[in-house]
């Protein structure tokens, strides 16, 4: 998976704004990817990262909610509720709160969102608790659609 370049200070303008990501830049900034997955890694931090990433400046989140998918992907992830609910919360989140923010890079997120969507038992997920994965995975399929239509429009 491509993530592209490292952000920069101009990408993570006006982080001082907000408290939890203030936090987020301190652990992050300057780092890599692969270099950050650690900091998904134990349990419950998920929950905490996406609040971050959900009002971190557009190119930092594009680049860091990478870290949190691979992390997804990976078999560590297993059995983590409370990773993947939060996790397909943060996308629809997000995008709402941000628009294109995350539709513009849905195609290379796509990967860790069908995984998401489709495995809600490999994270042991309860639906009464966490939710529907594959409706809110089809949500996100639905914004992607509107998307690439009003792209396509212009």
């Known amino acids: 998976?491509?993530?592209?370049?490292?952000?920069?200070?101009k990408e993570w303008e006006g982080y001082k704004e907000d408290l939890d990501v203030q936090y987020a830049h301190k652990l992050f900034f300057g780092k890599s990817v692969p270099e950050v997955i650690?900091?998904?890694t134990v349990?419950?931090?998920?929950?905490e990262r996406?609040?971050?990433?959900?009002?971190?400046?557009?190119?930092?989140?594009?680049?860091?909610?990478?870290?949190?998918?691979?992390?997804?992907?990976?078999?560590?992830s297993t059995g983590e509720p409370d990773a993947a609910s939060p996790f397909i919360n943060l996308l629809l989140k997000r995008e709402k709160k941000d628009p294109g923010s995350v539709m513009?890079?849905?195609?290379?997120?796509?990967?860790?969102?069908?995984?998401?969507?489709s495995n809600?038992?490999?994270?042991?997920?309860?639906?009464?608790?966490?939710?529907?994965?594959?409706?809110k995975g089809d949500a996100l399929a639905e914004m992607f659609k509107?998307?690439?239509k009003e792209r396509?429009?212009?």
């Open 38 to 40: 650690k900091h998904f």
């Open 50 to 76: 996406a609040d971050e990433l959900l009002f971190m400046p557009r190119k930092a989140f594009q680049y860091y909610v990478f870290a949190f998918a691979e992390y997804l992907r990976s078999e560590e």
């Open 104 to 117: 513009e890079i849905y195609d290379d997120l796509f990967p860790a969102i069908d995984l998401v969507a």
């Open 43 to 47: 349990s419950g931090r998920c929950i």
């Open 152 to 154: 396509r429009r212009r």
């Open 120 to 135: 809600q038992e490999r994270f042991q997920a309860n639906p009464e608790i966490y939710g529907n994965f594959r409706e």
């Open 1 to 9: 998976m491509k993530y592209g370049k490292i952000p920069g200070p």
């Open 146 to 148: 509107k998307f690439r």
